[in-house]
Structure formats: structure tokens, C-alpha cells
């Protein structure tokens, strides 16, 4: 795009200038590119632009209209009338928080987590229901053992004395009975010790 405001030419160095600056143009038949520079007044300008396919388009005179523009925020009611006159109303004026990669990252990472826990939960517990039936069934077959077990076969006291059985402690009570038995056991012994000795000794 190329704008050019108007030339003044006096010397014959300016209107040089001013020939250079209008070969610059594309020609428009409507007027004299040349002539037109030194006559443009206040506001107005020779203007090309390039068109769709790049080349320029031909030289227009044309009235320049100064920017219009004010220092200083925008009121409420201009910022809604242009917001409402926007293209893209109705698809940005609502603020949406969309969930982000790094957000999905760290919730497969949470939920993995969470997962691996479970996980180890349930070993320990299954192992610890493991213990408790293996030493359930250790007792159980304890407990038959010594059911099954059969006890030791006693005579009472004085089998016990005679045989010298015993595979279980003795009580007190039991020690002294059987050493009192074992006592009235010798003297019987040798009282028929002795009559039998002394009826054999009779007889020769």
C-alpha cells in the first residue's frame, strides 16, 4: 500500500521529485498523476493498494479522514455495545475452566496410587487371614494330640511302689503314702523272710 500527500514544486529540483514520486503509481486514465500531487489540498492524498492477487491497484485521490480516538478507558456501556456487536459473542463471553493435560496426568497418577494401595491392602489382609488359619489348624491338631494321647496306666499307689512306675510328679501326699508303703512292704517282707527260713531250718 502506498499513500502519498501532496508535493510543492518550485524548483526545478522539486518537480523532479514530484515525476519520480508519480512513476511510482499505477496510472489511473482519469487523471494525471503528475498535476494531481502539486494540486492535492488539506486532507486528501493519492492512495494504492494492492489487490487480491499482489498487484497494485491504480492510483485513487481520495479524502484522508484523521483517526478518531479518546484518552481514557472505555465506559461500561461502550465496552458492552462492542462486546455485543463482536463477531465471536455468544462463544468467549463465558469463562470455562477446562480440565488440562497436566490435571488428567496427576488424577491417573492419584488413581493409580490409590489402586497400588488397594492392592497391598488386600495381600496383607489374605496373608493374615492365612496366618490365622494355619495356626487355627495347628491347634486344632494340637488339641487332638493330646486328646488321642493315652494316658499312662496306674495300678493305684501300690503298683506304683511295687513297679516303680511313675511318668507323672508326685504330690506330696502321694511321695509320703508311698514311702510309708514301702516301708510296711520291707518289714512284711522280712517277717516272712524269716518264717520261712526258720520253718525250713525246723524240719532238718
Known amino acids: 500500500?502506498?499513500?502519498?500527500?501532496?508535493?510543492?514544486?518550485?524548483?526545478?529540483?522539486?518537480?523532479?521529485?514530484?515525476?519520480?514520486a508519480a512513476e511510482t503509481f499505477r496510472p489511473n486514465p482519469a487523471f494525471v498523476t503528475e498535476e494531481v500531487i502539486t494540486a492535492l489540498g488539506v486532507g486528501e492524498a493519492l492512495v494504492s493498494t494492492l489487490m487480491s492477487k499482489g498487484e497494485p491497484s491504480m492510483?485513487?485521490?481520495?479524502?484522508?479522514?484523521?483517526?478518531?480516538?479518546?484518552?481514557?478507558?472505555?465506559?461500561?456501556?461502550?465496552?458492552?455495545?462492542?462486546?455485543?456487536?463482536?463477531?465471536?459473542?455468544?462463544?468467549?463471553?463465558?469463562?470455562v475452566d477446562r480440565e488440562?493435560?497436566?490435571?488428567?496426568l496427576q488424577q491417573r497418577a492419584a488413581e493409580q496410587a490409590r489402586e497400588a494401595a488397594a492392592a497391598e491392602l488386600d495381600a496383607a489382609l489374605a496373608r493374615q487371614q492365612e496366618l490365622g488359619e494355619e495356626l487355627g489348624s495347628s491347634r486344632r491338631i494340637g488339641s487332638k494330640g493330646r486328646?488321642?494321647?493315652?494316658?499312662?496306666?496306674?495300678?493305684?499307689?501300690?503298683?506304683d511302689i511295687f513297679t516303680g512306675g511313675g511318668g507323672r510328679r508326685q504330690s506330696p501326699a502321694?511321695?509320703?503314702?508311698?514311702?510309708?508303703?514301702?516301708?510296711?512292704?520291707s518289714q512284711l517282707g522280712r517277717t516272712l523272710v524269716r518264717g520261712i527260713l526258720g520253718s525250713l531250718m525246723k524240719g532238718r
Open 59 to 95: 492510483v485513487e485521490r481520495t479524502k484522508i479522514l484523521p483517526p478518531r480516538s479518546r484518552m481514557g478507558p472505555l465506559t461500561s456501556d461502550e465496552r458492552r455495545e462492542l462486546i455485543d456487536r463482536s463477531p465471536l459473542f455468544g462463544r468467549y463471553e463465558d469463562l
Open 147 to 159: 486328646q488321642s494321647a493315652p494316658e499312662p496306666s496306674s495300678g493305684g499307689i501300690l503298683a
Open 1 to 20: 500500500n502506498r499513500i502519498q500527500h501532496a508535493l510543492r514544486a518550485f524548483t526545478p529540483r522539486d518537480q523532479k521529485a514530484v515525476k519520480v
Open 100 to 104: 488440562s493435560a497436566s490435571e488428567m
Open 174 to 185: 502321694e511321695a509320703m503314702a508311698k514311702s510309708m508303703a514301702r516301708s510296711v512292704g
